[in-house]
């Protein structure tokens, strides 16, 4: 079994500070255990009660201050400190003065003593022996338990047995199917128990001689239940090495086969049991007979095993089944594991037992959601999907962060062009290089007062015909685009109108490449380019688990579900047609603008990171993996055509390839030339370094705790993004949309962020870089 240990806690409980109270923590800081001290018997047992620390240190050396004892005692008094070590620090004894017996200090409560010894290292050595000792005993023992907890539902009969084949444990379906009660079977060898007659000769002797040898048997075997019945069962006999490299367990695995009429017959018994008085097991909790389909009921047995009962019952279970069987609103989901349900049927175990894996796995909510499995170690990787994959971790109380909205209708202050013409000579030069995909959006940032997004958004949306799409004058346009550009937020370092300008350039990039122009029609592309502009707007430079952690009123208003990229949304529609100067939909027919609104909406919601490996696998399986077969064909020519003309045909592929385009767009900043990609890495940092400091002044938790200003190792964070979120989702776009430009910058900053982390550099350059 593979343990997850949270790191180690630890309180102190010392009347007042001195040098040995803080020689303990100073150890638990170079242990890396979480440390918290109480002054008095109240507080101890109060910060006990809400921690549960493992390790308890108390001052034991002089009694003018507080009882140690009593403190102990009032501590053991309380069920969660079952598993929690106490130690007392006694004081140190002269050469001369014999040694104090430890049993009235046990009797107390306590596990150990510790001699009085302010030594870090000393603190150190002793706290690290308790982890390696009890505190770790201690842990494999909560998590037995949970073993044992999850053995005990489990909808498998589970029988263990010692090297000698004498039953150790069985879970309460192994007691169902054989029909003996666990204190009938608990000490007793297998060889004491009946055998049906039923096996071949030689079956027992061939399955010890595989099992002894350590290696796992599985098949069918016939075994005999308590009341003399035989039955069928797939059976599988893992043997367990335990110490001294021998085997020590057995543990079997018995499903019933439910193909023969003894089987049926059993259930049958079963039913009548329970129709006669025998209440010592409820009917929900039965042992129904199933075939190789795990948890779908045999619905030939159901009818078999109630045609003793009432016929009102009779009926209504049928009628019931033939509903279920007969419906015809039926999910993709659903047939899917009907197809594989029957395909069962008549397969071999071995490809029954695959099959019931795949369900398994089919039957999970996050089926697209990977699990980090190495990745679990590096703290960057956990700290960005728990910052970015999840809406809050617990709501705390009396910290609500209130979420003041600035919303401005006008920003007349800002030199704003009439029209794209009206442009100052120094921006038209940087905007006519706005067409490649090394356009430096910071030096547009620089020239335009940290306003890009309606100079870019003019010459863009321009290029697009976006006015004309919509109907509307280019002073409407400019005047949206100077409302929604007023409500980012250019305090924030990461998350203001600068990033959505840089969104909306990747955006129009992406949709000037061959293959994704022919698989998008107009009104995708003005939804695309409107989506990219409004994605961010009034964004707190705050991530969604903060917002949901101090109880903002947007968290509320949204059900901690896609908090700001609901609001985004909202705001942005509100802002548009709360005011005919800058209503660029007030002259489109209604049908068309609902249509545009639910493109816009999608497409902003998809930038919401719950969902990304969602919408990377959809995309990979629906785009990626249909085109694979047609691109290494022989007679591919003009298949780019087909492939493109095919997706007009499927309007929830042009759906899945506008919420790519503009994930990528969103996050393209790896990608970028690299001193643009170093300084969307700083700015990126200082806002989650702000996030964590306002999160320790609120006394929020910290979702991201490895994003520290003062230990933060930036290259090593933006490795874990690129490994986690970047590479697979670029790699997909890239074999769909052909971008080498930007998968050749990937590699290369990839690369300089490597050789920063080899260098043990936590900066954005090496020291030499930054001097120059």
């Known amino acids: 079994m593979r343990l997850t240990q949270y790191p180690i806690q630890v309180l102190l409980i010392f009347a007042k500070e001195d040098n040995q109270s803080n020689g303990f923590w100073w150890a638990c800081d170079r242990a890396g255990y979480r440390c918290n001290i109480a002054w008095t018997p109240e507080s101890a047992l109060e910060c006990f009660l809400d921690k549960h620390q493992e390790i308890i240190v108390i001052d034991h050396r002089n009694s003018r201050y507080f009882d140690a004892e009593d403190i102990c005692r009032s501590i053991r008094a309380v069920e969660p400190s079952e598993h929690t070590v106490i130690l007392a620090v006694v004081p140190r004894i002269s050469a001369d003065q014999e040694e104090t017996s430890v049993l009235p200090l046990l009797d107390a409560g306590f596990d150990r003593q510790f001699m009085e010894n302010s030594s870090v290292t000393a603190c150190y050595n002793e706290l690290v022996q308790i982890e390696h000792g009890e505190v770790r005993s201690q842990f494999k023992l909560r998590a037995c338990n949970a073993v044992f907890t999850a053995l005990d539902h489990c909808q498998e009969a589970v029988e263990i047995t010692s090297e000698d084949h004498v039953i150790q444990y069985v879970n309460p379906a192994f007691e169902q199917m054989m029909g003996y009660c666990k204190g009938e079977l608990i000490g ?50 893992t043997p367990v090495i335990g110490q001294g490299g021998k085997i020590r367990h057995f543990v079997s695995l018995k499903r019933l086969h439910c193909t023969n009429e003894n089987n049926k017959q059993v259930y049958k018994s079963h039913h009548e ?72 049927e008549n397969s071999p175990i071995t490809v029954a037992e695959a099959l019931d894996r795949v369900l398994e796995i089919l039957r999970t909510t996050e089926l697209y959601s990977p699990q980090l499995g190495t990745k679990d170690e590096d703290p960057h990787t956990s700290d960005l999907v728990g910052g970015l994959m999840t809406d809050g971790l617990r709501r705390l109380s009396g910290n609500e962060y209130v979420f003041s909205k600035n919303v401005n209708l006008s920003h007349s202050h800002l030199p704003v062009p009439n029209t794209i013409n009206d442009v100052p000579p120094c921006i038209a030069q940087l905007l006519d290089n706005e067409e490649t995909w090394d356009f430096n959006i910071f030096e547009l940032e620089a020239v335009t007062n940290k306003r890009p997004l309606v100079y870019l958004g003019l010459k863009v949306f321009a290029r697009f015909g976006v006015s004309e799409f919509l109907n509307c004058s280019e002073v409407t346009l400019r005047a949206w685009l100077q409302v929604i550009e007023a409500n980012y937020h250019s305090s924030n370092s990461y998350h203001n109108s600068t990033h959505a300008a840089d969104v909306l350039h990747a955006t129009a990039f992406f949709l000037g490449k061959e293959r994704v122009k022919g698989s998008l029609d107009h009104l995708d592309e003005v939804a695309a380019l409107i989506a990219a502009t409004i994605h961010d707007v009034d964004h707190p430079g705050r991530t969604n688990s903060f917002l949901c952690n101090a109880g903002s009123e947007l968290a509320v208003l949204y059900n901690d579900t896609a908090v700001l990229e609901s609001h985004h949304t909202a705001l942005a529609f509100q802002l548009t047609t709360k005011d005919s100067k800058c209503n660029i939909f007030k002259n489109i027919d209604r049908n068309r603008y609902r249509t545009l609104r639910q493109a816009i909406i999608d497409m902003v919601l998809a930038t919401e990171m719950t969902k990304h490996f969602e919408h990377v696998n959809k995309f990979v399986n629906s785009i990626n993996k249909p085109m694979a077969p047609e691109e290494t064909s022989p007679h591919s020519e003009g298949s780019d055509t087909e492939c493109t003309a095919n997706i007009k045909n499927f309007p929830d592929n042009q759906t899945l390839i506008k919420r790519m385009m503009i994930k990528c767009a969103d996050v393209a900043n790896p990608c970028r030339p690299l001193e643009l990609c170093i300084e969307w890495a700083g700015r990126i940092s200082e806002e989650y370094f702000a996030q964590t400091d306002e999160e320790k002044r609120q006394g929020l938790p910290v979702v991201m705790p490895v994003f520290d200003r003062n230990t933060c190792s930036i290259p090593k964070s933006q490795i874990s993004f690129i490994d986690y979120f970047i590479t697979d989702m670029f790699d997909a776009w890239d074999a769909f949309a052909h971008l080498p430009v930007l998968m050749q910058h990937l590699a290369n900053n990839y690369k300089h962020w490597k050789t920063l982390d080899d260098l043990k550099c936590k900066s954005l350059r090496l020291p030499s870089e930054n001097n120059n």
């Open 273 to 344: 049991e329970k129709y006669t008085g025998d209440n010592s097991q409820s009917e929900s909790n039965s042992y129904k007979c199933k075939n190789r389909r795990k948890d779908s009921v045999d619905v030939k047995s159901i009818t078999s095993q109630s045609s003793d009962a009432a016929p009102s019952l009779q009926t209504r279970r049928y009628s019931s089944m033939a509903r279920i069987h007969s419906m015809t609103i039926e999910a993709p989901i659903t047939k899917v594991i009907n197809i594989i349900n029957a395909a069962q």
């Open 188 to 237: 007793k060898e297998l060889t004491e128990l009946p055998k049906s007659d039923k096996n071949c000769a030689d079956l027992l002797d061939n399955i010890n001689t595989f099992i002894k040898k350590g290696k796992e048997w599985q098949g069918v075997y016939h075994a005999r239940r308590k009341s003399g019945d035989s039955i069928q069962q797939h059976v599988k006999i």
